[in-house]
């Protein structure tokens, strides 16, 4: 089995740059996407092969893959970007989900 | 615009079968893409059921693979997922959804799912 990590939580004010991080062993090695989940909502892919945006997502939206890390990382960050993150890679044809990161937007 | 909508029974009773169906519009199954499910228990992350092609290759979360079963009916272009012998534990939101892939060489190397359904929460309780 493989384990990616997440921090439970993450606060930034309106207009500032927060980035959320994705840990596993080695996962550099492996391709990461994230998906951004607001309340009573489906999840929306908002990065895929660690750096790709899908049409439709804002600019503001980047992501990177290094070492063990994935980090997504939001922009010019506004209100309407409070939700919960999850990053996903896939290993050995076996999906994994991280735990999810709270963004609260203060 | 591709577009999923999960259908079936919001309670299931400890024990029995849980039945799930996919609806897919603006885009034939049989044209190719995987299909999948994940499932959310209320208020925590999610799970990687498994997903299917059109012809028949399918992989399953190695935790629920001796439950799951997930098929394809091309001539409705829809998918459904079954889940034997459910508990408690497997009340959760199921979502479904399409599998895109970056594969080189006859190999892929990551995949990632767009888009989802609405998702519907399935009760396990009698």
């Known amino acids: 089995s493989y384990e990616l990590t997440q921090s439970p939580s993450v606060s930034v004010s309106p207009g500032q740059t927060v980035s959320i991080t994705c840990s596993g062993e080695k996962l550099g090695d492996k391709y990461v996407c994230w998906y951004q989940q607001k309340p009573g909502q489906s999840p929306v892919l908002v990065i895929y092969k660690d750096t790709k945006r899908p049409s439709g997502i804002p600019e503001r939206f980047s992501g990177s893959n290094s070492g063990n890390t994935a980090t997504l990382t939001i922009s010019g960050t506004q209100s309407m970007d409070e939700a919960d993150y999850y990053c996903q890679t896939w290993d050995s044809s076996t999906v994994f989900f991280g735990g999810g990161t709270k963004l609260t937007v203060l | 615009q591709v577009q999923l909508q999960e259908s079936g029974p919001g309670l299931v009773k400890p024990s029995e079968t849980l039945s799930l169906t996919c609806a897919v519009s603006g885009y034939y199954i049989s044209s190719g893409y995987y299909w999948g499910w994940i499932r959310q228990p209320p208020g925590k992350g999610l799970e990687w059921i498994g997903y299917?092609?059109?012809?028949?290759?399918?992989d399953y979360n190695p935790s629920l693979k001796s439950r799951v079963t997930i098929s394809v009916d091309t001539s409705k272009n829809q998918f459904s997922l079954r889940l034997r012998s459910v508990t408690a534990a497997d009340t959760a939101i199921y979502y479904c959804?399409?599998?895109?892939?970056?594969?080189?060489?006859?190999?892929?190397?990551?995949?990632?799912?767009?888009?989802w359904g609405q998702g519907t929460l399935v009760t396990v309780s009698s």
């Open positions: 299917m092609y059109h012809t028949g290759n399918t």
């Open positions: 959804a399409r599998r895109e892939a970056y594969c080189t060489g006859g190999s892929c190397n990551s995949v990632w799912f767009d888009p």
